[in-house]
């Protein structure tokens, strides 16, 4: 790939690389809970009686910001703990597309 982690895509075989994978979580992580908190600071400096729109775009915004969060939290969780399980397993990983000629 680009060298910047042992990932490997070759023809008929994928490599990931697990550290790579744990970072991009942590990385995730990270950048969704800065979010959070930049749009929970700004709550504050809304008048609830006047400013209807910016309250709901406000609350939408941080519900997908929520949603996206669980997310990013159990898949980094989950890669943590791979250091301990004998097994992993790739889940829901897309059906092979037959080339049609």
Do not use: W
Not at 48 to 58: E, K, P, R, V
């Amino acid at each position: 790939m680009n060298g910047t982690t042992q990932n490997n895509l070759s023809f008929n075989k994928v490599d990931l690389d697990h550290v790579a994978l744990r970072k991009t979580a942590a990385i995730a992580f990270g950048l969704s809970h800065n979010e959070i908190g930049r749009l929970h600071g700004s709550l504050h400096g809304i008048n609830t009686y006047t400013d209807s729109a910016q309250i709901y775009l406000n609350a939408k915004r941080l519900a997908d910001l929520a949603a996206d969060f669980a997310i990013v939290a159990d898949t980094l969780v989950a890669l943590n703990g791979c250091a301990t399980r004998e097994e992993v397993t790739l889940i829901n990983k897309p059906e092979l597309e037959e080339t049609k000629f």
